[in-house]
């Protein structure tokens, strides 16, 4: 396959994400969306945390096991992103975006 300038596959092979999105959707029933980030709030160091959501926006509770799991598991596949800062993981589409930026507040 091709690769583009920075070694990176011209057409990342995107199994891997829908696989982990599958198998994260039979882990947290009923989940939509996993905010994660380095920012659990149980600890005072950067330690691996996820935050899921409905579809409706509304939290699905998890264990702290398994909101670290989650975490680690979304943290292996992107392993290039900065994760100082919070992604959200769509489970419909297994794509991956920055949700640190809130729209509508200034300074």
Known sequence: MLATPSET???????????????????IPGAATLRVGLSDP???WPHPHAIAKDAGGATV????????????WVMRVWPDVNWTRPHTF???????TRSDLVVGRGR
């Open 61 to 72: 509770e998890l264990s702290r096991t398994t909101a670290s799991v989650a975490a680690r």
């Open 42 to 44: 149980a600890q005072t």
């Open 90 to 96: 769509d489970l419909a589409t297994a794509t991956l």
């Open 9 to 27: 596959p011209a057409c990342p092979n995107t199994a891997r994400q829908h696989r982990l999105a599958a198998q994260l959707a039979d882990m």
